[in-house]
C-alpha cells in the first residue's frame, strides 16, 4: 500500500467563544471529533515516514496511512491543536511564513480573512475597493467594474462575491494597490494595531521550536506568502532562500527540509529551485490522495479538513 491521504487544517479555534466567530475554520470540538475519526479509521503517519517511502519504492505504508498538515504558522496550532496531536502520538507537519513570525506583522491573506469575518457580505467590502480604485486610475491602467464583476471563478466553499474580492486582493490588482487596500480594510474594520494583532495570531519562535523538539515536523511556508507561481525566478531565489534561513534557526536541515506552497501555487522554475536546495517535500492543494508510485514528492496533493468526518 502506498497511498497516502493527506489533510490540510488553517485555523483550529474556540470559534463559538472567539472574538471572531465567523472566521472559517475548524472548532475545537469538531477537531477533537475529527481526530477520533481519524484514529478509527485511519493510521497516522509523520513526516519522516513518508520520506523513507519516497526513498525505497519497495516501502509500505501502513493501510489508511493519513498525514496531517496545518498552514501559516497560527498560535492556534500551538495552543488548540499540539496538545490534542501529542496526547495521541500523533506527528503532523506545520508550515510557519518567516514573516509573519519575524516581523509581527499581518499576513495579507489573513487581512482578508479577519475583515470578512467582521463584515460576511463580501459585496459591501467589494463596493468600498470599487470606490477606492478611482484614486488610483490616474496612475495605473485599472478595468472597468463590470470587467472585474464579470470575473467567473468558483471555489468549494467560498461564494462567487468572495472569491472576487479575495482573487482582487490577492492577484488580480497591481501589488502596490493590492497592498495599500488590503491595509486600509483591515485598518477600517478590524484593528489599526497591526503588531499586537500578529503577535496573538502566530506561533512564536519559541512555541515552533517547541513543536519541533516534540516530534513535529517543521517546514517551509516562503517567507512573505506569496503565489510563487506568480513572482519572476529572482523573487522565487529571495522567497525561497530568506524562508530557508528562518527553518535553519529553528534547527531545520538545510538539506532535508520541505515546502507547502501558499495557496497552492507553483511552476516549473520554482520547482527546479527547489531541486537545486535539496527541498524533499512539496505540498499542493489539488484535492486528491496521494499515489507515492505516481506523484511527484514536490506535487503532493492534499485534502481539506471539511473532506473529512468531523
Not at 465567523?22 to 519522516?48: D, M, N, V
Not at 525505497?56 to 490534542?84: C, R
Request: with cysteine; proline share 5%.
Amino acid at each position: 500500500m502506498r497511498t497516502l491521504t493527506i489533510v490540510m487544517y488553517h485555523y483550529v479555534r474556540d470559534l463559538e467563544h472567539s472574538a471572531f466567530p465567523r472566521i472559517k475554520g475548524l472548532s475545537t470540538k469538531r477537531f477533537k471529533r475529527q481526530l477520533e475519526y481519524i484514529t478509527s479509521h485511519y493510521s497516522p503517519i509523520a513526516a519522516e515516514d513518508l520520506l523513507q517511502a519516497l526513498s525505497t519504492p519497495e516501502k509500505q505504508l501502513p493501510s489508511n496511512a493519513i498525514l496531517l498538515t496545518f498552514d501559516d504558522g497560527y498560535s492556534d496550532h500551538f495552543t488548540n491543536v499540539f496538545p490534542l496531536l501529542d496526547a495521541r502520538g500523533i506527528k503532523a507537519c506545520f508550515f510557519p511564513p518567516a514573516q509573519a513570525v519575524l516581523e509581527n506583522t499581518v499576513l495579507d491573506v489573513n487581512k482578508i480573512h479577519f475583515t470578512l469575518a467582521v463584515v460576511p457580505d463580501a459585496r459591501v467590502l467589494l463596493e468600498q475597493v470599487f470606490d477606492w480604485l478611482d484614486e488610483f486610475r490616474s496612475e495605473y491602467k485599472l478595468e472597468s467594474r463590470d470587467e472585474y464583476l464579470a470575473v467567473k471563478e468558483e471555489h468549494r466553499y467560498d461564494s462567487h462575491d468572495v472569491v472576487l474580492l479575495k482573487r482582487l486582493l490577492q492577484r488580480e490588482l497591481p501589488e502596490a494597490i493590492r497592498k495599500q487596500i488590503v491595509q486600509r480594510l483591515f485598518s477600517k474594520f478590524v484593528t489599526t494595531d497591526e503588531a499586537t494583532f500578529a503577535r496573538e495570531l502566530y506561533m512564536s519562535p519559541d512555541q515552533i521550536d517547541c513543536l519541533r523538539q516534540n516530534g513535529m515536523h517543521i517546514g517551509s511556508h516562503g517567507y512573505a506568502h506569496v503565489w510563487l507561481n506568480r513572482v519572476p525566478p529572482e523573487s522565487q531565489v529571495s522567497e525561497i532562500d530568506h524562508s530557508l534561513d528562518f527553518l535553519q534557526t529553528l534547527g531545520v536541515r538545510k538539506d532535508y527540509w520541505s515546502i507547502c506552497y501558499p495557496y497552492g501555487g507553483f511552476n516549473e522554475s520554482l520547482l527546479n529551485l527547489l531541486r537545486k536546495r535539496n527541498c524533499q517535500l512539496g505540498f499542493t492543494v489539488e484535492p486528491r490522495v496521494a499515489d507515492l508510485d505516481v506523484d511527484d514528492r514536490l506535487t503532493l496533493p492534499r485534502i481539506d479538513t471539511n473532506d473529512l468526518p468531523s
